[in-house]
């Protein structure tokens, strides 16, 4: 039997409607600022999707796209002015940034109630302490997303994630745990990483190595959840090798159309949160 696929699209795009009604009855509307230092080609398209959702939700929107030598003393200036706008309530700087601008500068100086993309030590900080929070990391809460949406139940079982970045990895790991996970979390000095990715019964996979997980590895009916995306030949893939993946896992979520979907409906979701958030001060 073949694993059933999620399909991140359809579940990305039902999220959209839901906050598409729901934003056309508000007044003012939510307003998300994204900022663009530079003119790396992914970024780029990242912050284009970003501009494009939010747009067809109904956010107020705006790109600063800003040239790659721009100061880092100016981006703290712009950050500050969007800090202070009221008619922004959801402020993202797209990284990387050039390296000539210290990022954890620019991480601690976006307004952590504006910080739609949960980097801020505020939010992060509130999510490992399991405070209320109005925004969530995105990716994380995306594969979460996609998870509930094949009925397994989370509580009481081995998850894995592979993959120890602050963005993905561990609020990743965080998320499944505060969902009743046993989890375990490796990387690139994981001793041996089948033997761990055979006990799991969900496996988020956030390496950025192109097909590091195979069918072999994998534990039968496992919910498998790729969030990896590599370049191959010019064709976009996952850390999971689809093909025998799929013989073996009882779901699991394509590259594109899965994780990748879910991370910008997720961020549509912050930015309304993040918006209810401030007007109830
Ligand atoms: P990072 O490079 O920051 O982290 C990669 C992690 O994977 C590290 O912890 C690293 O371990 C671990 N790793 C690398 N190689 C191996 C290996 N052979 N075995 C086990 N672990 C390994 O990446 P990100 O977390 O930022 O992103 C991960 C992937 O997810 C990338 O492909 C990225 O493009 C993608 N991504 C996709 C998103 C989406 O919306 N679809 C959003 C964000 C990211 P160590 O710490 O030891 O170096």
Known sequence: MTAQIIDGKKLAQSIKDRLKSEIAGLAPKPGLAVVLVGDDPASRTYVNAKEKDSREIGFYSEVRRLPKNTSEENLLELITGLNQNPQIHGLLVQLPLPGHIDESKIILAVDPAKDVDCFHPVNTGALFSGLPRAVLPCTPAGCLELIKTTGVSLSGKKAVVVGRSNIVGKPAALLLLQNN?????????????????????IVIAAAGKAGLITGAMLKKGAVVIDVGTNRVDGKLT????????????????????????????????????????????
């Open 238 to 281: 996952g850390d999971i090798d689809f093909a025998s993946a799929q013989e073996i896992a009882g779901f699991i979520t394509p590259v594109p159309g899965g994780v990748g979907p879910l991370t910008r409906a997720m961020l549509m979701q912050n930015t309304l949160n993040a918006y209810k958030a401030q007007l109830q001060k």
């Open 181 to 201: 996970c046993t989890v375990t979390i490796c990387h690139s000095r994981t001793a041996d990483l089948a033997a761990e990715i055979r006990q799991a019964d």
